[in-house]
């Protein structure tokens, strides 16, 4: 333990240091007059489907000067970022009215291909100062026109850049463009097409610490506040009627139970037990397939220290709007980092449970989350090339990748296993096991396994549904999500309510006399990874316009494995909290 606890301490210092490295490593960049601020065109894709973009100069745009390539890190590539020099240039203060900043003449496949993209609403993103900017490439004209082959398609050929500065650094950047501008595609005609672009610069008081702030104010507006502490108020009311529900009735039958376990033995000591006594010989046999059952616990512990290390950077402000990447580094470099924990947790409680084979364990350890999603990325990312998205990752970023679970997540889930195993230390159960298992009396349908998966999710499902919607606006969106004490609060309350629930469907199953809870209180704490799931089809055909083959398989995939990973942590959290209850209750009585 005082391993784990020195490994945690040191993980601590790592990410606290990343959080200085980030923060500091932020663009803060003072300029004279004159002096050329970097302009980075990023990313073209349908408005709607968030996952398909395609690099700026995948489309016929022109540029006078060699197109250079910026480097990225790590994350930025996983967020599908692929900055290279725009056509523009802005130099610092220095005004432009409708200048040239070069021509092309678009052939007929061109004039197509820029008339689909208008049609689905292609937006394209850029940086400056490490400042994002978005803008439509063109227009459709559905004016008093009711079928769609009357339809008009313009492509904006003249970008107007406001730019906003406080003595020698850049504080804001908009851009629009000029309606009267247009370049006409709806024939399959060859045009010519002069790129032109105007800059204005003027002076405000808004200091450069601040100038990230109008990005993260649209999730503070009051009427989005409101609606967030809604949903605390709802999940605090959940909380408090469970726990009531919990100390009044749950404590209350306990109660009657110890006191008639201990007038039953005091009367009649030969007399027929019943109830969750009745199977105290047989409530800590291990469980079926106690390899597997204990890789899933170690792999759970792992995904809830890596979200706790998550809420501790974004609490702290590493996540700021715009950081490019940031979060995808994180989770990176986190769960490689972790790896040891999990190695820990499962060879430690595999051996607790008298297994053997503490190698196979710690293979299947390694291999139950990050299997499903590497066979989930494969495809995905198979699907991002045939389409020729930036989605799509290098082969040197697959290269990184691997090194890092090579020579990083594997030597330390290693390690962490021969800690574990090296641990000795005792299941320590109450209750002596018996050599035969007793039978499980018939249980009605309502009490199998499936059926209690449903009402034990379902609880904490509505505790969290109302934050789901702008957790899911944000990364499969384009809406900004920076309240992330609040989300903190809500992931507190997930916590409790799955704890809280899984123990009361674990004393339910053990009041009808069944023993196998083990995994019934994993897959109970877990299924609230199978609602989430649900709500995912709700949000897709309901709430998003998302559409296409290459979106519906990132969507569906990437969530896919999020909810398998909620299901093995709220899992791990579940059982931890089940076995902690069971214990005190056989603990509290006479078992002979």
Not at 75 to 99: I, M, Q
Not at 257 to 264: G, L, P, R
Not at 322 to 330: C, E, M, P, S
Not at 465 to 475: G, K
């Amino acid at each position: 333990m005082e391993r784990i606890r020195a490994c945690l301490l040191a993980l601590t210092v790592v990410v606290v240091c990343g959080v200085a490295q980030v923060r500091s490593s932020a663009s803060d960049h003072r300029y004279t007059a004159g002096d050329e601020v970097p302009l980075y065109a990023n990313k073209v894709g349908p408005f709607h489907n968030p996952s398909e973009t395609y690099r700026f100069f995948d489309f016929p745009f022109c540029s006078s000067a060699p197109v250079k390539e910026k480097k990225e890190a790590l994350g930025e590539v996983l967020n599908g970022d692929r900055l290279v020099s725009a056509p523009y240039r802005l130099d610092f203060l220095g005004n432009k009215e409708a200048e040239v900043a070069c021509k092309r003449k678009l052939t007929k496949e061109e004039v197509a291909k820029f008339r689909t993209a208008v049609s689905k609403d292609y937006y394209f993103q850029m940086y400056y100062d490490d400042l994002p900017i978005w803008g439509f490439l063109g227009k459709v004209d559905k004016e008093g026109k009711a079928d769609p082959s009357e339809y008009k398609y313009y492509l904006f050929k003249h970008l107007i850049f406001e730019i906003l500065y406080n003595k020698d650094r850049v504080i804001e950047i908009t851009v629009r463009s000029d309606p009267n501008a247009l370049v006409d595609l709806t024939q399959d005609e060859p045009v010519n097409v002069d790129f032109m672009y105007t800059v204005k610069w003027k002076e405000t008081e808004t200091p450069f610490e601040k100038r990230m702030d109008k990005y993260s104010e649209s999730s503070s507006m009051p009427h989005h506040l409101e609606i967030h502490w809604f949903s605390i108020i709802n999940s605090c009311v959940t909380v408090l009627l469970l726990t009531g529900f919990l100390a009044t009735i749950l404590m209350r039958v306990l109660k009657n139970d110890f006191v008639k376990y201990a007038h039953d033995e005091e009367s009649a000591d030969d007399q027929e037990e019943t109830g969750w006594k009745y199977i105290h010989g047989d409530v800590f046999r291990y469980p079926k397939h106690k390899s597997l059952f204990s890789a899933a616990l170690g792999s759970g512990t792992q995904l809830f220290t890596l979200t706790s290390f998550i809420f501790i950077l974004a609490l702290v402000g590493v996540f700021y709007p715009y950081n490019r990447g940031a979060l995808f580094t994180a989770l990176v470099v986190i769960y490689a980092l972790t790896s040891g924990i999990a190695g820990y947790t499962a060879a430690c409680f595999y051996c607790q449970l008298e297994g053997t084979n503490w190698v196979r364990n710690l293979l299947l350890t390694g291999s139950l989350f990050c299997g499903p999603l590497f066979v989930t990325f494969c495809f995905l990312n198979t699907v991002a090339i045939a389409y020729k998205a930036t989605a799509a990752l290098p082969f040197g970023t697959i290269v990184i990748i691997f090194l890092i679970w090579a020579l990083v997540t594997s030597p330390l889930l290693i390690l962490g296993g021969i800690a574990g195993k090296n641990t000795k230390a005792e299941f320590q159960a109450p209750c002596r096991t018996t050599k035969y298992p007793r039978e499980i009396p018939p249980l009605p349908w309502y009490r199998q396994t499936l059926p209690q998966m449903a009402m034990a999710g379902f609880l904490p499902f509505s505790a969290i549904y109302i934050e789901l919607y702008y957790i899911f606006s944000s990364v499969w969106g384009h809406r900004i999500y920076t309240i992330y004490s609040i989300l903190f609060i809500v992931f507190i309350i997930l916590l409790i309510v799955t704890a809280f629930v899984t123990v009361a469907m674990t004393y339910f199953q053990l009041a009808a006399e069944d023993h196998e809870w083990w995994w019934r209180s994993f897959f109970c704490g877990g299924s609230t990874g199978l609602f989430i799931y649900a709500y995912c089809l709700y949000y897709y055909n309901a709430r998003s316009d998302m559409s296409g083959f290459m979106q519906t398989s990132f969507f569906f995939g990437y969530m896919a494995c999020i909810c398998y990973g909620f299901f093995l942590m709220l899992g791990a959290i579940g059982f931890r909290a089940s076995l902690f209850f069971v214990r005190h209750i056989y603990r509290s009585i006479k078992c002979e």
